[in-house]
């Protein structure tokens, strides 16, 4: 291959990729944003299509009639369950609200005795005696005093922005209602029109890298919610046992943590138990301690079942995958950040990256031929 032929190629190459995350990261997100009433109709063509599929073979329902029944249905229950829990979690959330300033001042008198308990500890070992944990008790009461800001009613601003958006959520419920039934409904038709104007080399490949995306990020999000839900139980029937004020939100904080790979229980549970142990609260010091070691147990005991080895990443990649996600967008990021690992890494077995990662290595080789200088003197 010619050189400037090979640097044509290359240049296309990487002009490709270029626009590709420049899709990926910044167009697409907002030409979904833009689209979102498609995007649910289509989530939820996704969610009724199996029952729709059911009714037309067993009951014999047309499609269109099935699809109108099946829309209706879900609906139905998505109103009713978002109702339900909306109903229940507000209740819970405006008591919480209540008790939190009580909670707050109570957690930092706990703390300062703790650390007062553990600087007496200290100073009777020889080493640690001029040791100070005021120091750090500072600290920790500067950090909460930084989780109370702005606490407080919704403001009027807010609730009049909220106002002026019911017309336009309105048109987007009823747009996203008939686009999921277009969607099951002339879901051959559609199918059709993809096969006719999309190449079928591009098909089959897409086909493939959905199908391994779906094993491996669905079974992902479905193993770690099970586990979650899970944890969430035990921490939640601990917590009772305990008597735990507000144990359901607070298992749910703990559970949520314990579905990050690198956190866990332990990341609430040991600290607390920690400063029970400092304040004299050995019994709630104790429970504490057993309850994070029967959810270890129990996370180490399900998770290869439900997780298996197929669907994760090694520990490292995790880790730094995660690290990253948190730079980039915090807590949400890092959260993001393991299943878009497992994609890219899915898309790198698939040979998506092989082309770039040809361009990249013959740069390199071009580049080390190039300076490469010949040491060797005649005589």
């Known amino acids: 291959m010619k050189l400037h032929v090979k640097y044509l190629k290359i240049f296309c190459n990487l002009a490709v990729a270029v626009m590709t995350v420049v899709l990926l990261f910044y167009a697409l997100p907002r030409i979904l944003a ?11 063509s996704l969610i009724a299509n199996p029952v729709v599929k059911f009714l037309e073979k067993k009951i014999k329902i047309k499609r269109k009639y099935g699809s109108a029944l099946m829309i209706i249905l879900v609906i139905g229950a998505i109103v009713l369950v978002c109702y339900g829990l909306f109903s229940l979690l507000l209740n819970g959330l405006f008591s919480f609200a209540q008790y939190f300033p009580t909670m707050y001042h109570e957690a930092e008198k706990e703390l300062v005795m703790a650390a007062e308990q553990a600087e007496k500890f200290l100073n009777q070992i020889p080493f640690w005696k001029d040791f100070k944990i005021s120091g750090m008790g500072e600290s920790i009461e500067d950090f909460l005093n930084g989780l109370m800001p702005e606490f407080g009613q919704p403001t009027v601003l807010a609730i009049g922005g909220f106002a002026k958006n019911i017309p ?18 002339d879901k051959e038709k559609m199918h059709a029109a993809v096969e006719r104007y999309v190449p079928k080399s591009f098909q089959e490949r897409i086909s493939y890298i959905y ?24 921490v939640l029937v601990g917590l009772l046992l305990i008597d735990v004020r507000y144990a359901w939100l607070i298992g749910f904080g703990i559970a949520f943590l314990d579905m990050l ?44 079942k439900l997780v298996g080895d ?22 949400i990021g890092m ?41 060797d003197k005649k005589e």
Not at 34 to 44: A, C, D, E, R, S
Not at 213 to 231: D, E, T
Not at 265 to 284: E, H, I, N, R, S
């Open 261 to 304: 790979p690198v956190f866990g229980t332990g990341t609430v549970l040991c600290p607390w138990a920690v400063v029970k142990l400092f304040t004299g609260d050995y019994q709630m010091a104790a429970g504490l301690l057993v309850l994070y070691v029967l959810t270890l147990t129990i996370h180490q005991l399900i998770q290869p």
């Open 211 to 234: 199908g391994k995306l779906m094993m491996v990020v669905g079974g992902y999000f479905k193993a770690q919610f099970k586990i979650m839900l899970i944890i969430y139980v035990v």
């Open 310 to 331: 197929s669907v994760g990443m090694d520990p490292f990649s995790t880790l730094v995958f995660m690290y990253i996600g948190f730079k980039i967008n915090g807590v």
């Open 168 to 185: 336009n959520m309105l048109i987007g419920l009823v747009i996203g209602l008939l686009a999921t039934y277009y969607f099951i409904a």
């Open 335 to 375: 959260i993001l950040a393991i299943p878009i690992g497992m994609i890219l890494g899915n898309l790198y077995e698939a040979g998506v990256f092989d082309t770039l990662i040809w361009c990249v290595r013959e740069i390199v080789d071009d580049f080390n031929r190039f300076r490469r200088v010949n040491t």
């Open 34 to 44: 833009y689209f979102l009433p498609f995007v649910i109709g289509f989530v939820l």
